[in-house]
C-alpha cells in the first residue's frame, strides 16, 4: 500500500524516517513529504497559500498508481483531509497524528485547535475550563501566525465515507470524545464521519520521532489490507463505534 507521510509545521520529510522505514520493511512504499516552505522555520513561505500544500499532498496522491493511506501530523491534519475532500476516490484511509481533521469553513489549524489568529474558531471560550485546549494553545503560539492558515473549503459529501483513524498524542480520546460532543471546532467534522477510530498514544509533540516503535505499529494495524478491505487488517475493536454520515 502506498502511505503518504505529511508532516507538521516545521517539520520535513527526514522526520518520518523511523517510521517510514518500519512501514517498508512491513512491505509498504512510504512518501515523505517536505511542503513548500516547512523545511525550516526560515524558509521563505512568502505566498505560500493553504491550496499550494493541498495541490502537494494531492499530487503525491496522484503519482500513486492505487488506492492510498494519508497520514497527517499535527497542524497538517487539515491540510490532510482538504486533499481527502479533492480524492475521496483514491484514499483508503486517513490518518491523523495529534491533530484533527478541519470541518469545512474553519481555519485549518482550528483541526488543530489554532486558528491564524492565535484564538480557536469556536473554542475560546472552552479553554478557560478545559486544560486540554489551554495547553495545545499554548504549544502551539509559535505557529499561529503561519500564513497558510486560511478558511477550509470542503465541497465533496464523499470525504465522509473515508475511514479515519485519529491518533491521540498530545490529548486523550476522552478529550476528543467530549470535544464531539459540545461540537466545537476542532472536533465539528468527526460526528459526521462513517467510519472513525481513536486510539490513545501518550506522547510529546512529535510522536513520530520520539516513539516511532508504538506509533508505526499503529499506522500498521490502522492500513487496510491490500484487498482494500477499509478496516485494520489486525481485526482490532474500533474505539469508538461508527457515525453513520449525514445525508
Known sequence: MDVILVPGLWLDASSW???????????????????????SRTADRQGSMLADHVAEITAAIDRCRGPVVLVGHAESCGLVHAAV????????????????????????????TLDARGTTTMTAGYRA?????????KRTQ??????????QKLTDPRRLAV???????????????R????????????PHL???????????RWPQIECPDELSRILLEAIPAQTGADTPSTGRTP?????????
Open 239 to 247: 474505539a469508538i463505534e461508527p457515525v453513520v454520515a449525514d445525508s
Open 129 to 137: 475550563v478545559d486544560a486540554t485546549l489551554a495547553a495545545l494553545h
Open 179 to 190: 470535544w464531539m460532543a459540545a461540537g466545537i471546532d476542532p472536533a465539528r467534522e468527526l
Open 17 to 39: 524516517d523511523g517510521v517510514a522505514t518500519r512501514l517498508r520493511a512491513a512491505g509498504h512504499d512510504a512518501h515523505a513529504l517536505t511542503l513548500r516552505g516547512l523545511d
Open 142 to 151: 509559535s505557529n499561529a501566525s503561519h500564513v497558510l492558515d486560511q478558511v
Open 194 to 204: 462513517a467510519k472513525l477510530t481513536i486510539v490513545d498514544l501518550p506522547a510529546g
Open 85 to 112: 475532500n479533492r480524492r475521496p476516490d483514491r484514499v483508503a484511509r486517513a490518518i491523523h497524528v495529534g491533530g484533527l481533521p478541519s470541518a469545512d469553513g474553519a481555519y485549518v489549524l482550528s483541526g488543530f
Open 163 to 177: 475511514p479515519v483513524t485519529l491518533v491521540a498524542t498530545e490529548f486523550t480520546a476522552d478529550d476528543i470524545r
